[in-house]
């Protein structure tokens, strides 16, 4: 292939990329949730078609200043045929929930015109989920581009917490609302909060396109990750888009680094943005 035709087929490429990823780009301004995702994966081969992995996971918010998640997984995998493959897995995880003011009762306006609302401060906790999950993945190649579709149903379950919790309450002047309210003696009054227990269950889709290029270690990658519950439907909860690039130390050890972008549309969290570092080692 002469040197015009390569350019042409890295600008098609990069266009299809751009398509992909345009969605994105179009709410990044909107977020400041960012953070590091950094994983390491061991695999082992058991047959020719079973193999066993296991994953170590951290994950960070506001840049590397606070921890967001933790977890450990362990997935079999049997391959059914060169293109087919399925799993199974479990992953624990230990995810963090930063301290959040509720607002209760409006209970009018101050003398200087703002809202005066009676309002509750959850503390920061650590809660723990139970993840199981099944799927399928499906391979294929069109040129030097290798596709892969993977469709997985996980279940998850959330244990209960005890939160610590603040409570703060103003006494408001009925006869003359205008004067500024006074804070009840009672209060700020501290107490524990159950958070109750639960599960959801959902079905992930991940389509991902990598692409081969000829006599290199280097492999970009991108990919689009649909989140749908499946036990309270009400469209995608989450879209996921990953770009970035693998790079294959040796036969046994490869290392992978990518830019992360999440659309929690179906939620009030704020979209999320995440630099990741994996490393995957044979054994």
Known sequence: MNSKSKIKRYAAYIAALALVLSPACDTFAQSDDFGVWSSLTAKKKLTDKLSLSIEGELRTIDGVSEMDRRSLGTTISYKFAKWIKADIGYVYIQSHNAQEKKIKEYKGEDIDG???????????????????????????????????????????????????????????????????PVPDSKFPDGNVEKKDSKHNTTLRSRLTAKWDIKNCKIEPFASVELFSRTDEWRGHDKIRYR??????????????????????????KPAGHAIGIGYTFEL
């Open 114 to 180: 703002n809202a005066v609302y009676n309002y509750n401060i959850d503390h920061s906790y650590w809660e723990e989920r139970d993840r199981f999950y099944a799927g399928i993945t499906v391979d294929w190649k069109i040129g030097r581009v290798k596709f892969s579709l993977r469709e997985r149903l996980q279940y998850q379950y959330t244990h209960s917490a005890l939160v610590y919790e603040d409570k703060y309450r103003y006494i408001m002047d009925d006869e003359d609302p205008s004067l500024p």
């Open 243 to 268: 770009i970035g690039a693998e790079y294959k130390i040796d036969k046994d050890n490869d290392i992978s680094i990518y830019y992360m972008f999440q659309d929690n549309h179906s939620s009030s």
